[in-house]
């Protein structure tokens, strides 16, 4: 098949030539996807879009117009498209669920040892010369309790690794799962989860019910100095109502490598430009706030799972075999 890969970036491009052993033709193309660029995809059968690709009504109606039958998004959210629309347009879109559920569970303990021990201002510091410890004090995550709100692939994987720790893991999903019981997770109700957990880790995906799952009255009820660690969706955070939670010190720390508004910023090297997001500039002013940009899947294991989950998907529309990996409304 003719695919158009938008966003690519020359790790996706060298991961995908090695992929594609079915030979597909594959036009890589350094641009989003946008109202603007869906001409790129002329004559192609396929789409491969990723996270900050725009899949809406209009986008997706172009597409169809110029003849794709498929999108096949390298990603495993799939909350940027309109599923509703590509239903009635009998667009199929499949996705690559639980790539490496390893690689974001890990950069979320990455993101919680770096601000708990103070480890990004430890490194500008020494650099410096400056081998004071004050301002650096963490505490043992041994016997702390930690919340993970969605306990599905990356969640399950990231309680174990807190259990490792010695810590009392406490969870909040819809639909619990034995493995996590089996290791020795407690399900809660979410609110019990604000109220007892010394850190929130936020591991579901964006839907209509958990968007701004973190707002002011979830804050409120939070433990006081909490972390929150996001490695899921920007906008299961209220950006506003976290910066008023540093502010008075409600949040301690806060770990994030999503951002509601990240589509204008992440995966892009802006450092000669000036920053127009005003609530992002002020997060990133916070010395207790750590913010990488959307690299919590990047991992070789996870590219290469990625470009062959895509290929296989893609191959079996193409051979009429029903699409693997489709996404539904439910999305379960
Ligand atoms: P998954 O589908 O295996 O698990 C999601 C879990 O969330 C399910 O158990 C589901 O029941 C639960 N859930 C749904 N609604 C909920 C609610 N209202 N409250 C609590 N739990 C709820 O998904 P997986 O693979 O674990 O990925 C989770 C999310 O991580 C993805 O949706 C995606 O947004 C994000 N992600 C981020 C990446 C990054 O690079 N930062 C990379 C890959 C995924």
Same mark, same amino acid.
């Given at each position: ?31 989003? &996807?946008?109202?603007? !660029? *869906?001409?790129?995809? #002329? ?6 879009? +990723?996270?900050?690709?725009? $899949? =809406? ?83 043992? &995550?041994?016997?702390? !309790? *930690?919340?993970?709100? #969605? ?6 994987? +990231?309680?174990?690794?807190? $259990? =490792? ?100 910023? +992440? ?66």
């Amino acid at each position: 098949m003719r695919i158009a890969m938008f966003s690519s970036k020359p790790y996706d491009i060298e991961s995908f030539q090695l992929a594609n052993t079915a030979g597909h033709e594959i036009i890589f193309l350094e641009p989003k &996807l946008t109202p603007a !660029t *869906v001409p790129l995809a #002329g004559d192609c059968d396929a789409v491969c879009a +990723f996270v900050n690709d725009d $899949l =809406g009504a209009t986008v997706l109606e172009g597409l169809v117009e110029q003849g794709v039958r498929l999108i096949a998004l390298r990603s495993a959210g799939f909350n940027h498209v309109d599923l509703a629309t590509a239903r009635r347009l009998g667009l199929s879109v499949v996705r690559v669920p639980g790539y490496s559920p390893h690689a974001v569970a890990e950069h979320a303990v990455g993101l919680i040892l770096a601000l708990n021990r103070n480890i990004h201002r430890a490194y500008n510091r020494v650099r410096e010369h400056n081998f004071a410890l004050t301002g650096l004090l963490g505490f043992d &995550l041994h016997g702390r !309790t *930690v919340g993970v709100i #969605g306990t599905g692939q990356i969640g399950t994987e +990231f309680a174990k690794i807190m $259990l =490792g720790f010695g810590c009392r893991v406490v969870a909040s999903d819809p639909y619990p799962n034995d493995t996590c019981r089996s290791v020795g997770v407690e399900y809660l109700h979410r609110h019990d989860l604000f109220e007892q957990s010394d850190i929130v880790a936020l591991h579901c995906p964006l839907t209509s019910e958990t968007y701004h799952i973190i707002d002011a009255a979830a804050i409120e009820r939070m433990r006081e100095g909490v972390m929150i660690v996001n490695t899921s969706r920007g906008a299961l955070v209220d950006a506003s109502a976290v910066i008023d939670g540093l502010k008075r010190g409600r949040i301690g720390h806060l770990g994030l490598d999503v951002y509601e508004e990240e589509a204008d910023l +992440f995966f892009e090297d802006l450092s000669d430009r000036v920053v127009h997001d005003d609530v992002f500039a002020r997060l990133i002013t916070f010395p207790n706030v750590l913010i990488t940009g959307h690299q919590a899947f990047f991992t070789i294991e996870a590219l290469t799972r990625i470009a062959e989950t895509t290929i296989a998907n893609v191959s079996a529309f193409e051979r009429g075999e029903g699409e693997l990996h489709l996404v539904t409304d439910s999305g379960r």
